[in-house]
């Protein structure tokens, strides 16, 4: 089945980067994208970006360009979501999934990154 | 870009009634680029339907979607207790976006 495991929680500084991992199994890594869907606390969702699973070709939501990285490895069926320069309003559950045509059909179960001095 | 309004922001129902949510664009888009999404406290989200009126694999039947341009509505026939929950729109084109949520909680 389906599945897609994310890295633990995170606690950063103000400034600091994070990387938070995903790793999917139970589907052909390449023919499908992975995107990644932020929920600060007790707000909606917030789509951040998607990544191709086959070319790495990215999109980037507008107001995170330029402190957004997406990256895969191809070996491990993993994806990656780089964020710099750390706010405090950049803490948030971070999801990631599995994206095909603008949907996702399947989640990661959340990865809670903390900003706080 | 487009905006996503979702109304109400709270609707207080029964087990067995019948909700219905509504999801406005700010501009006229393609049925086939909307979808709806739920989910629980604790939980990620779930995908629902798509293409506005598709469920998902495993939806059960008694979610239904329906609209085109820009209203667009999800409808749950009778309320069943693990139904309660928020349900978000999302609008799929070239710029993803989803709509701020409606909560469906128990009366």
């Known amino acids: 089945q389906v599945q897609l495991v994310q890295s633990a929680a995170e606690v950063k500084k103000p400034g600091a980067s994070v990387k938070v991992s995903c790793e999917a199994s139970g589907y052909p890594f390449i023919s499908y994208g992975i995107s990644w869907v932020r929920q600060a606390p007790g707000q909606g969702l917030e789509w951040m970006g998607w990544?191709?699973?086959?070319?790495?070709?990215?999109q980037y939501a507008k107001r995170l360009q330029g402190r957004v990285t997406m990256t895969t490895d191809t070996s491990t069926s993993t994806a990656y979501l780089e964020l710099r320069g750390l706010r405090s309003d950049d803490t948030a559950v971070y999801y990631c999934?599995?994206?095909?045509?603008?949907?996702?059909?399947?989640w990661g179960q959340g990865t809670l990154v903390t900003v706080s001095s | 870009e487009i905006v996503l309004t979702q109304s109400p922001g709270t609707l207080s129902l029964s087990p067995g009634e019948r909700a219905t949510l509504s999801c406005r664009a700010s501009?006229?888009?393609?049925?086939?680029?909307l979808a709806w999404y739920q989910q629980k406290p604790g939980q990620a989200p779930r995908l629902l339907i798509y293409a506005a009126s598709t469920r998902a694999t495993g939806i059960p039947d008694r979610f239904s979607g329906s609209g085109s341009g820009t209203d667009f509505t999800l409808t749950i026939s009778r309320l069943e207790p693990e139904d309660f929950a928020v349900y978000y729109c999302q609008h799929f084109g070239n710029s993803p976006t989803f709509g701020p949520g409606t909560k469906v909680d128990i009366k």
């Open positions: 501009q006229t888009i393609s049925s086939t680029y």
């Open positions: 990544i191709s699973g086959y070319h790495g070709n990215t």
């Open positions: 999934g599995r994206y095909e045509s603008g949907l996702v059909d399947f």
